[in-house]
């Protein structure tokens, strides 16, 4: 049957109408049209939803409710046309409550409404034509109840469907709007206002790119960032790629320190942050600040940064070719001994660094004698040229030290 959401109905799951059920709805299909306004005025009658709503129009609400009518005494008395499908008006009622946004159980108790506008007009007509036909009206009522529960079924199965199209569009034009964002699209002024319609953002919000890449290999997708930022108050719209996700996120009036809070708490990976910005028109820059961000950070440790944090680190990683360039004209041949006589070396200097450049705090922190400290330095001078003891030497061998 076309025009059928999965898992709908067929007409087969309904038994054939009964001869007296036949007899009196061929009679009242004729009726059909005026039985549709007794079906729209018991609904704005008794549907607090259908009276006091803008989202049905006057004119869409007597078209369904026509609609629906004919379609359920076509059923009942067997006169559904070869080729139409004796759900399309349930479905089209359902695509269009869903598209407008109108509440899934009100639609489901209009079809109930309609139940009672048929049944009473079949009583009606009964008492008029066949008064002593009471046993056969019992089975006729079954029939009645059972095709309005089909029907609410297909209803909301197509409901249900409709709504989930809707979601996933509005999930993909969002995400398009984001790419087209962080592709530099804000310059052109009728996407930009487009983004911020969208996206809900404003011209002057205050904005930060974040870039995340998660810790764990997953069969299925991470959880997104967004719940534990919105727990905070922080929207945030997201864009997850193959090895990494995008967030766009509207700060506003919160500090950074909140931000990096939330997303220490909810992010099991690496992120780099750009700087905050008000609009969008630095937005692309400010991705690729946020990516060079995680590109600099240590890959034994997940580690959220901002772009103020790396400054040295992302001025070094953003020019690989540089940076290599900078750690093998530093190193020298000190990158080619074994690891077990390399790697202490590079420790020592690099914990020689941060403790600045005491010798007696980078032993005790590494737990062995100064003099050993003393040795490696020494060593390091000889195999690399690089004086210790001067400042255009240190800052080279520090650049080194953030090449990863």
Same mark, same amino acid.
């Given at each position: 049957?076309?025009? %059928?959401?999965p898992g ?5 799951s309904?038994?054939?109408? =009964?001869p /007296? ?11 059909a ?7 729209? @005025?018991?609904?704005?009658?008794k549907?607090? #939803?259908?009276?006091?709503t803008?989202?049905?129009?006057? *004119?869409?609400?007597?078209?369904s409710c ?18 139409? *499908?004796?759900?399309? #008006? ?21 079809y109930?409404?309609?139940?009672? /506008? +048929? ?17 056969d ?9 059972h ?17 989930l ?15 087209? $964002? ?11 206002a ?25 069969s299925?997708?991470p ?6 930022? #919105? ?18 996120? =509207? ?9 990096l809070?939330r %997303?220490?708490?909810? /992010? ?5 942050v750009?700087?905050?910005f008000?609009? &969008? ?20 440790t997940?580690?959220?940064? =901002?772009f103020a944090d790396?400054?040295?680190?992302v ?17 020298g041949?000190?990158?080619? &001994?074994?690891?077990d006589?390399? @790697?202490p070396?590079?420790? !020592? ?5 941060k ?16 003099n =050993?400290?003393v040795?490696?330095?020494?060593? +390091?001078?000889?195999? !690399? ?9 240190? $800052?080279?061998?520090?650049?080194a030290?953030?090449?990863?």
């Amino acid at each position: 049957m076309p025009g %059928l959401p999965p898992g709908a109905l067929s007409p087969r799951s309904w038994p054939d109408p =009964t001869p /007296v059920t036949r007899e009196l709805t061929e009679r009242l299909l004729p009726r059909a049209e005026e039985l549709g306004v007794v079906l729209r @005025d018991a609904l704005l009658e008794k549907s607090a #939803a259908y009276l006091g709503t803008d989202l049905v129009p006057p *004119d869409e609400l007597m078209r369904s409710c026509r609609d629906n009518m004919v379609r359920s005494l076509q059923t009942l008395s067997g006169q559904i046309p070869t080729d139409s *499908d004796p759900f399309d #008006a349930a479905y089209a009622t359902a695509r269009g409550r869903a598209e407008a946004g109108f509440p899934l159980e009100d639609l489901l108790q209009a079809y109930r409404i309609g139940a009672e /506008v +048929i049944w009473s007009a079949i009583l009606a007509e009964s008492r008029q034509r066949v008064p002593d036909s009471i046993d056969d009206l019992l089975d006729s009522a079954a029939q009645v109840m059972h095709l309005i529960d089909l029907m609410s079924v297909a209803a909301a199965d197509a409901y249900r469907t409709r709504e989930l199209e809707l979601k996933r569009r509005h999930t993909e034009r969002r995400q398009a709007i984001l790419d087209g $964002l962080l592709e530099g699209r804000a310059a052109d002024p009728e996407f930009a206002a487009e983004a911020v319609q969208v996206l809900g953002l404003s011209d002057q919000a205050r904005l930060v790119i974040v870039v995340v890449r998660h810790l764990e290999a997953h069969s299925h997708p991470p959880d997104s960032p967004a719940d534990g930022l #919105a727990l905070s108050g922080l929207a945030s719209e997201w864009r997850l790629r193959a090895d990494h996700e995008v967030g766009l996120v =509207t700060l506003n009036d919160a500090p950074m320190s909140l931000l990096l809070k939330r %997303l220490r708490a909810s /992010v099991k990976g690496w992120v780099g942050v750009s700087d905050p910005f008000v609009g &969008l028109a630095d937005i692309a820059t400010e991705f690729r600040m946020a990516q060079m961000v995680l590109a600099s950070l240590p890959e034994e440790t997940p580690t959220v940064a =901002t772009f103020a944090d790396r400054l040295p680190e992302v001025l070094i990683t953003g020019n690989r070719p540089v940076a290599v360039r900078i750690r093998e004209r530093a190193f020298g041949p000190l990158l080619g &001994l074994p690891a077990d006589k390399r @790697d202490p070396l590079l420790e !020592t200097i690099d914990r020689w660094f941060k403790n600045n450049r005491s010798t007696s705090d980078t032993a005790a922190e590494m737990h062995c004698h100064r003099n =050993t400290i003393v040795y490696r330095l020494n060593r +390091i001078e000889e195999l !690399t040229g690089c004086r210790l003891d001067n400042a255009r030497d240190q $800052l080279l061998l520090r650049l080194a030290l953030m090449v990863r």
